[in-house]
């Protein structure tokens, strides 16, 4: 077997010899001939050897695109001469540019995922608060002032917000579809806070600040005119803005006393803070500021402690998605309403300052803002056994009563719906009518007795 294996490889070395030395006389490289066909048989051990070594040599070298050279006195096998006939020896072409086309279509199809990536502040909830601001007022900046979004947006974002809305069409249909997914209750509570126009407001204000309203009279408003409100307006939305507007003397019967002349309006207060500041400004000590810091920093501390622990008092804090509780219940007397926070008047007396741990009282007016000019024991609301509430005023500054003021040592009687100012913070008194009713009918069944 091996005498004829060096038979064969002699004859194909002859015929290789004879095949190149012709080729050299002629000056041309004949074409090899080679078939596409492949034809299974079994190696000898000589051409296991040579394949395997020629598969380790261009495993080497094949990466870099070269031939691998060989020695000068080395002749091919004819296993290797098989491999070198079925290599093509047309060069290949070089792979053509990308067209333009497909570039831009690249950045095309990456564009929208950086739109969504930019959208990531901008909530579904905050674009239907804005749309449908705009459509009550028509006025960016009243929307930016008035609406409580889930972010602090300024005026440029949010105008820039609006016209990416209105002109671009990829945002526009991403946000379309989120809204559209939005739970019908959150939707509920989104338009429940729609600002008001100006025709409701204008509606709203013809109800005379002297009256009573109840809630009948803001259903049959909203009957007679349902073209001029909102969609999502309720009797008790537009009593509650109706006294607002009636704190800020916003009525039509109300009017508001113009200032005196003069360049500078100077009260007691505003006088008695330039006073100690002007005693304050040159005594400056670093040790006293370092302790101010420490105090600030600690009745933030107790602040936010406090508001962890609003739950077991007898606050209710509004809710922000304006689903409010009911103002009354069976024990509730009266309600004291501020634009942060509620009292409830669970009890005949009920004592109104400024709490510190000192002193304890009933209402902290520090929750509803700057307390710092309300005495700690201010005043005192009381309900006689006639079912009528009366408030003493027994801080240093005056309290007005629907504009009127009452000075220390006085006393003055609160009817429904009457607006109670102290420093600056006003409120609005609300009288639980069926329960004082049932409080005056037991009276009366007692004085005939």
């Known amino acids: 077997m091996a005498s004829g294996t060096a038979s ?51 495993r080497a070298k094949g990466a870099s ?40 279509r690249v950045k095309k199809s990456k564009q929208p995922l950086q739109v969504t990536k930019d959208l990531g502040r901008w909530k579904p909830a905050d674009d239907l608060l804005l749309i449908n601001a705009v459509l009550q007022t028509n006025d960016l900046t009243s929307v930016h002032l008035g609406v409580k979004f889930s972010c602090r947006f300024t005026l440029r974002e949010v105008q820039e917000r609006w016209y990416a809305l209105l002109y671009d069409p990829v945002i526009s249909k991403l946000a379309c579809q989120a809204m559209r997914q939005l739970h019908p209750e959150a939707i509920a509570a989104i338009q429940s806070k729609a600002l008001f126009s100006k025709a409701e407001e204008q509606l709203l204000s013809k109800v005379g600040s002297t009256s009573q309203p109840t809630l009948e009279t803001f259903q049959d408003l909203l009957h007679r005119h349902p073209d001029a409100f909102y969609l999502a307006r309720t009797a008790k939305a537009l009593q509650a803005h109706w006294q607002l507007m009636k704190q800020y003397y916003l009525l039509e019967d109300q009017t508001v006393q113009p200032l005196p002349k003069g360049d500078q309006v100077l009260n007691f207060s505003d006088a008695e803070d330039l006073i100690d500041d002007s005693k304050l400004k040159d005594m400056r000590d670093e040790v006293l500021e370092h302790e101010l810091t420490v105090a600030d920093r600690r009745q933030k501390r107790e602040i936010r402690q406090l508001e962890q622990e609003l739950h077991k008092w007898q606050v209710l804090v509004d809710s922000i998605t304006g689903i409010s509780s009911p103002d009354f219940d069976n024990q509730t007397l009266a309600v004291l309403r501020g634009r942060m926070v509620r009292y409830l008047m669970r009890s005949r007396e009920i004592t109104l300052g400024r709490a510190t741990k000192d002193n304890q009282i009933d209402v902290d007016l520090s929750l509803e803002g700057p307390a710092w000019k309300i005495s700690r024991k201010q005043g005192v609301i009381k309900l006689k056994n006639n079912g009528d509430f009366f408030i003493a005023n027994e801080g240093r500054r005056p309290i007005y009563i629907d504009g009127r003021p009452v000075l220390c040592g006085s006393k003055w009687r609160l009817s429904n719906n009457s607006v109670v100012e102290i420093a600056s913070l006003r409120f609005v008194f609300l009288i639980n009518q069926d329960l004082i009713a049932l409080i005056r009918a037991e009276a009366a069944k007692i004085t005939p007795q």
Request: proline fraction near 11%.
């Open 65 to 104: 695109g070269v031939e691998p050279g060989r020695c000068s006195g080395s002749e091919p096998s004819s296993s290797e001469k098989k491999k070198v006939s079925k290599v093509p020896s047309t060069p290949v072409p070089p792979s053509p540019a990308p067209a333009p086309g497909l570039t831009k």
């Open 8 to 58: 064969r490889s002699e004859d194909e070395e002859s015929l290789a010899g004879q095949k190149r030395a012709s080729s050299q006389a002629l000056g041309t490289i004949p074409k090899r001939r080679s078939s596409s066909r492949f034809i299974k048989r079994k190696k000898f051990d000589d051409e296991l050897v040579e394949s395997s070594l020629a598969k380790s040599s261009t």
